[in-house]
């Protein structure tokens, strides 16, 4: 967790955000003590949530069709014949 003070954390308010944004904490100080914490929102919404599951899932999962008739003729079980 970073530690800044009042006045720097003025000064460069949106860089200390952007830190937040990205899931960092920072103490606020002020004359060496701590008086606050600027904590990320960890509450998500249900599109995020659903979201970040599908992408956990792309590239892991067959695309394709498996209703519909093949002219293909099954050979999985071929070597058990």
């Known amino acids: ?3 800044v003070n009042v006045t720097e954390l003025r000064q460069h308010l949106p860089d200390y955000l952007k830190q937040v944004q990205q899931g960092e ?6 004359h060496g ?3 606050a914490r600027i904590v990320p929102d960890r509450n998500e919404s249900k599109r995020e949530a659903a979201l970040k599951r599908l992408e956990a ?3 892991t999962v067959i695309v394709g069709d498996i209703i ?3 002219d293909e003729e099954w ?3 071929a070597d058990n014949l």
């Open 1 to 3: 967790m970073n530690s």
């Open 25 to 30: 904490e920072i103490a606020i100080t002020l």
């Open 33 to 35: 003590k701590t008086i």
């Open 57 to 59: 899932l792309r590239g």
């Open 68 to 70: 519909a008739p093949s």
């Open 75 to 77: 050979t999985g079980d």
